[in-house]
DNA sequence: ATGAAAGCGCTAACAC
DNA sequence: GTGTTAGCGCTTTCAT
């Protein structure tokens, strides 16, 4: 247990009467050396401190054993449960995860990709900015057949394997649940993009409301969070028409949404029926407690990292744009539930 | 923009007649190279696609421009935003994250330490388990001079720097509040942990029930979560006496507490006042608003790794153990106010 | 079953 | 201002 000096397998090989290649293919459990040798070696290494020099390896193994991942945001709970699906796959196969916010700007988006590229992770885990353009920044690592896929926020033409819901079924799901409340004035509060989650919602959303041959508008807001949320039910408050029915396309804006119409003595659900997304634990903590589709993060990120690991370890071929959907349900709960109340 | 083959230092140094060393200085911007020179390589190195080869150039160096984090959980809000914090420093200096998650298991934290202490990690940034025993597990990064930082959670006899948020002041102040708003039987829900955060949680507390001289009890629960907040509320319940005033050491569990407070029927705050810490956004979509205490995530997460930066980089040199304060308040809101109601 | 030797790409000491 | 040289620690042929 040296202090300072560095042990390394020469150090080894040295006190050993070995030579360095031995020593090392001890280490890695390489069969063709003598148990009796692997033994000496590894007891060896722990009595002086050995620890392997990772650079040195991938340098000469041209491999990192390291996975980037580039999200919008940590802080939601759906996205940490994504990383912690990733990173219990990754540690599982001696991966490690450098993780990176794009906070929703595209060009941060790509400064992350080139750190990451520059870095030359193996492989590459991308949730989108909202303002995804032709990100352009993720061509070197095709080129370089650096794998790649994406969850959650997929490009529109992508031709790599992406992990999503089928965020326009269950937006469906959602609306003719509203429909099914007896709501004919519907409404749907997203946000103005072209991002499949909530370009898909709100195709879903239309689909319900055109099948059923009722009203159903969309309201846009800046940003999906709480304060955008009462800002759409202050824009609510002041039409003619009320809806009796609101699709929100996450949780933290149909809250604050929710919150401001019963500030205003809007009645939930009588009046209005609110139905959210994502299953935020917060959605159980309101009152009433808010209606929404649940969101299985941490096993979208589990299969995604085992999916990228697999194509980096060559177990798996490239085999084109592939979407793999990750099962989630409507949960109803009083925020949109008027049969109990009967 | 070959898509094979790596372009290094030599390719480029080979295409413009120069040697590698001097190719080298000029892609890092060393003054001593001519500015013509330094612009041909550039120049070169953007049309060649060079892209620098960090673990080359870690190996040499014996520096790997990465800091590790080591932290209970990413899924709160608090987390995230000191994540947050430490990623914008990192970033900013050129540094790398890799971020790992305990699950307040001390031997998944000891395997994380290990794991980045054989990737050679720069520094190390760690909030620590509940079940922090003795935390052995990093001094193999001190015996190596690897800088070290604690926050939040810290060692209870430390010798690295820590960054926290005087938690028994700020508890005291909670407790004083309920006192002032005229609850005269206090109780505090907390989870049984040697940890700094709970436990000078609860000295404040004691505290501040010592010096009024009323009525104070301490009701563990096993997790700081919502459904231990909600045991916790069927306990006292069950309680002959009626507590009138709540301290709960975080949000969560202080929500969970107060919903099923509320849904035996208790009036908040008339007939009990709650108090949480940690400013969840959640607290002011809950019904009634819940008081609690700031803790300024992402000014602890810079702070931090601002800190260890300066440390790695020799800017600053080991002035043993430090406990750096990063201020925050009570914030008081409805579960707590009574004064607003009279 | 083990060893010798070369080289991954970069940087730093030293020379000019 | 630029070049020469050596070496960081490991893995991997190829040889024995």
Not at 143 to 158: G, Q
Not at 199 to 208: L, N, Q, T
Not at 232 to 261: H, Q
């Amino acid at each position: 247990m040296n202090s300072e000096k560095e042990i390394t397998i020469y150090d080894i090989a040295e006190k050993l009467n070995l030579s360095a290649s031995t020593v090392s293919r001890a280490l890695k459990g390489n069969t063709v050396i003598h148990e009796s040798t692997r033994q000496r070696v590894c007891k060896c290494a722990g009595e002086l401190g050995y620890r392997s020099n990772t650079f040195a390896s991938n340098l000469r193994q041209k491999r990192t054993h390291t996975i980037g991942v580039i999200v919008p945001r940590l802080n939601s709970n759906f996205m940490s449960k994504c990383l912690a699906g990733m990173e219990e796959v990754a540690t599982e196969n001696g991966y490690n995860l450098i993780i990176s916010q794009s906070h929703e700007s595209l060009q941060k988006e790509a400064e992350n990709a080139k750190t990451l590229f520059n870095n030359r992770v193996d492989g590459l885990i991308v949730s989108l900015t909202v303002e995804s353009g032709k990100p352009d920044h993720f061509k070197p690592f095709s080129e370089k057949r650096v794998p790649l896929v994406f969850f959650d926020r997929i490009p529109a033409y992508n031709s790599e394997a992406c992990f999503v819901t089928d965020n326009m079924e269950l937006a469906c799901d959602a609306t003719r649940h509203l429909i099914d409340q007896g709501c004919r004035q519907l409404l749907h509060i997203t946000q103005k993009s072209g991002i499949n989650v909530y370009a898909d919602r709100k195709s879903g959303f239309e689909k319900a409301v055109k099948e059923s041959g009722i009203s159903g508008k969309t309201v846009f807001i800046e940003k999906m969070d709480i304060d955008a949320g009462r800002q759409a039910a202050n824009e609510i408050m002041a039409m003619k028409k009320l809806p009796d029915g609101i699709f929100v396309s996450n949780d933290a804006a149909a809250i604050g949404c929710m919150k401001t119409l019963r500030e205003n003595g809007i009645k939930i659900p009588e009046q209005i029926c609110i139905v959210g997304y994502n299953n935020d634990p917060v959605s159980t903590l309101v009152t009433p407690m808010l209606s929404t589709v649940t969101y299985p993060g941490k096993e979208a990120g589990a299969r995604a990292a085992r999916y990228l690991i697999d194509r980096i370890e060559g177990r798996k071929n490239f085999s084109g744009e592939k979407c793999f959907i990750v099962k989630s349900e409507l949960i109803v709960r009083e925020s949109s539930n008027r049969k109990i109340n009967q």
